[in-house]
Nanobody
Framework: QMQLVESGGGSVQAGGSLRLSCAAT????????LAWFRQAPEKEREGVAR????????FFADSVKGRFAVSYDKAGDVLYLQMNNPNPGDTGMYYC???????????????????WGQGTQVTVSS
């Protein structure tokens, strides 16, 4: 059973930066897809960025492309989300999720991911 624990959330001013971390333990798959989702109040959960662990291939939602970066530390099994130049529209609960690597090649939907962290809150003020 895979466990995911997010950290690094908090309050940040627009134009600043913040780095989220997701520690993965009990890795289940030989190769897997790790993703960041977010959910704002009264909105659906949406995909932000995803990465295939073995290849390092990444994908970003249009809303964060060019501002956010995703990376994975294989030695420590930690997924990162570097949030640069955030804006108030980036406010929400951020979740880390995992699934077999093939999930990274299809649609970016929460229902496709098998394991989830508890989330970390990010608040961006203008």
């Amino acid at each position: 059973q895979m466990q995911l624990v997010e950290s690094g959330g908090g309050s940040v001013q627009a134009g600043g930066s913040l780095r989220l971390s997701c520690a993965a333990t009990g890795t289940t798959y030989s190769s897997y897809c790790l993703a960041w989702f977010r959910q704002a109040p009264e909105k659906e959960r949406e995909g932000v960025a995803r990465l295939i662990v073995n290849s390092g291939a990444t994908f970003f939602a249009d809303s964060v492309k060019g501002r956010f970066a995703v990376s994975y530390d294989k030695a420590g099994d930690v997924l990162y989300l570097q949030m640069n130049n955030p804006n108030p529209g980036d406010t929400g609960m951020y979740y880390c999720a995992a699934s077999p690597w093939s999930t990274c090649t299809g649609k970016f939907l929460p229902v496709q991911y098998n394991f989830w962290g508890q989330g970390t809150q990010v608040t961006v003020s203008s």
